[in-house]
């Protein structure tokens, strides 16, 4: 959970730093905040928020979904950075197995003109020793 801070927005309200992002676990003046319940009728009845001496004020739904939001950010940047490394590693792997290919065919491309080469030289000599007889 995160306790940093950014522009004032909502229904919560840090009344002299702006507006705290996530779950608070300390005040800005460094007193531990506190989960509390509603009890006033002109609030909603029996919501938790989190408090501080009046330094500090935020639901504890929406500081909820203020560390969803973060998650979901943080989780969509390392599906690209997994996607980037996959990527890579393929391309890599592509490579090396494009080239183990390429050897493979020069490979028996040079045994196959040895073997061609062998089996003239033997049709050449067969005919030569048939004249012969």
């Not at 940047?77 to 890579?88: D, N, P, Q, W, Y």
């Not at 050897?103 to 012969?132: D, H, N, P, R």
Request: glycine share 6%.
């Amino acid at each position: 959970m995160s306790n940093l801070s950014g522009a004032s927005t909502g229904s919560s309200s840090a009344r002299s730093r702006g507006r705290v992002f996530g779950v608070p676990k300390t005040c800005h003046c460094g007193e531990q905040v506190m989960e509390l319940i509603s009890n006033q009728t002109t609030i909603r009845i029996g919501a938790t928020f989190l408090a501080n001496d009046n330094h500090t004020f935020k639901w504890v739904d929406e500081a909820h979904l203020d560390e969803i939001e973060a998650l979901k950010s943080k989780t969509a940047r390392l599906e690209e950075k997994l996607e980037a490394v996959t990527s890579e590693r393929m391309n890599e792997f592509e490579k090396k197995l494009f080239e183990r290919v390429e050897e493979a065919l020069a490979e028996s491309s040079s045994m196959t003109k040895k073997m061609v080469i062998v089996v003239v030289i033997s049709c050449v000599v067969m005919v030569g020793f048939s004249k012969l007889y």
